[in-house]
């Protein structure tokens, strides 16, 4: 029996075994399972490609800074989700991926910026290197000629409380974040992820559009310290540290330089009050909410139980 998908052409998705948010993961689920084809790009054979692979995509090995792998993803795709993790080769990527997906006449290029970037201009930058290659990518991808659609979220759960706070939970019940008193409005890799894949199911609508994606509510870390004790019945606390030192503990923790620089910068930002924001553009692009902190530490309740000793 031979499926029937939607459209013949695949979708590419880039970033498609990515860590951080899983971004690129969710959408080639969710686009599998809206029976479209799937082309998924990622850059080393590993059992990541082959959960996909098992998934139903077809999978494709190549690098975003390389022109003829790049040719080899895109060809033949009809629209493209175009995702990379902090990275400083960032704007090399978006500018080859967009030439390349220009040349092969995609119908749709869907682009994941940061939230962020909507408060930047020609004479407004922050601290974070990968923020100004953001800004400038948009800039580029908006005199490319492209069918682009610009996904603009706000920091990621997954991200700052699930790997970054994940441990002081762990370790000290507290969240150990140097955000002051800052409010923030984060949002769920997934939800982020389904408002991409219904974006790529039917794109004419959005084209041209910039979207910015929050969570259902902005509050914080006091406040989220108390849905945390909530979710794991067990009292969590906000502890505010000091920013040199919580960044010297990503060096530690073996963080590249630039990923360093960027989380700084975004924590900062966050202390004055630059991720503040709501928006719900979730809800009209899926017709679902936005994920809270409450269901979201419950759904990772295990990831943040206190581990238990190693015995000898």
């Known amino acids: 029996m031979t499926t029937k998908y939607k459209l013949d052409k695949p ?43 098992r998934l139903g995509a077809e999978v494709v090995k190549g690098d975003l800074t390389n022109l003829d792998s790049m040719h ?55 601290e974070s290197p990968q923020h100004k290659l953001h800004w400038l990518a ?8 492209l069918p682009v659609v610009t996904v603009r979220p ?21 969240l150990m974040l140097p955000m002051g008193g800052g409010k923030i409005s984060p949002i769920s890799a997934v939800d982020v992820a389904s408002a991409v894949a219904a974006i790529l199911d039917d794109p004419a609508p959005h084209i041209g559009q910039i979207y910015d994606l929050t969570g259902p509510e902005s509050a914080d870390l006091d406040y989220y310290a108390r849905i945390f004790s909530e979710a794991l019945g067990r009292p969590i606390r906000y502890r505010d540290v000091p920013l040199p030192a919580w960044s010297e ?35 009209k692009l899926t017709g679902k909410p936005p994920t809270n902190m409450r269901d979201f530490v419950k759904l990772h309740a295990a990831e943040f139980k206190p581990r238990e000793p190693a015995h000898s």
């Not at 498609?16 to 990622?42: D, M, P, Q, S």
């Not at 080859?96 to 909507?118: I, K, L, P």
């Not at 948009?138 to 005199?143: F, T, V």
Request: aromatic residues 8%; glycine residues 10%; positive net charge.
């Open 138 to 145: 948009e800039q580029a991808l908006s005199w490319s000629g």
């Open 11 to 53: 979708i590419l998705v880039t970033g498609a075994a990515g860590a951080i948010g899983g971004v690129g993961r969710n959408v080639t689920e969710f686009l599998l399972a809206k029976g479209h084809k799937v082309r998924a790009l990622v850059r080393r054979e590993d059992e990541r490609a082959d959960v996909l692979r």
């Open 249 to 283: 503990g990503l060096r530690q923790a073996r963080f590249p330089e630039h990923v360093v620089s960027h989380l700084s910068a975004m924590v900062e930002l966050t202390r004055q009050g630059r991720y503040d924001r709501m928006t719900d553009t979730m809800r």
């Open 154 to 174: 706000t920091v990621f759960f997954e991200g700052f409380f699930l790997v970054l706070a994940g441990v002081s939970v762990r370790a000290s019940d507290a």
């Open 72 to 126: 080899r993803a895109i060809e033949g795709c009809g629209r493209i989700y175009f995702g990379m993790s902090v990275s400083a080769a960032y704007l090399e990527a978006t500018i080859n991926t967009a030439v390349v997906a220009r040349h092969h006449g995609v119908e749709a290029f869907v682009n994941m910026s940061q939230m962020t970037v909507s408060q930047m201009s020609i004479s407004e930058s922050t």
